[in-house]
Nanobody, 126 residues
């Protein structure tokens, strides 16, 4: 059974950092691209960062480039999103998701991803 469980969200002040984790079970990271997505109140879900299963290619949406880093540990089957210099526009529910593909990552569209976690809330506020 495929499962993704996010953790690490919380309340942080502007300029602060958080590291989100996504624990994976039921499938191998060798065959699935992994993505982090977020949804702010009243807005559509958007791709934040995605990572290929095969060639380590990564995608970051423009608003997080230079601040966020996606990484994975195939041994512990955990995917991370390190978020630095957070601002209020980063507030939302963050989801990790998996897509069965060996293709390099060139984009990060939610409708391409098949399996989703339940989400973790990130709130950036003073």
């Amino acid at each position: 059974q495929v499962q993704l469980v996010e953790s690490g969200g919380g309340l942080v002040q502007p300029g602060g950092s958080l590291r989100l984790s996504c624990a994976i079970s039921g499938f191998s990271l060798d065959y699935y691209a992994i993505g982090w997505f977020r949804q702010a109140p009243g807005k559509e879900r958007e791709g934040v960062s995605c990572m290929s299963s095969s060639d380590d290619s990564r995608y970051y949406t423009d608003s997080v480039k230079g601040r966020f880093t996606i990484a994975r540990d195939k041994v512990t089957k955990t995917v991370y999103l390190q978020m630095n210099n957070l601002n209020p526009e980063d507030t939302g529910v963050y989801y990790c998701a998996a897509d069965l593909t060996l293709l390099p990552v060139r984009s990060c569209w939610p409708n391409e991803y098949d399996y989703w976690g339940q989400g973790t809330q990130v709130t950036v506020s003073s």
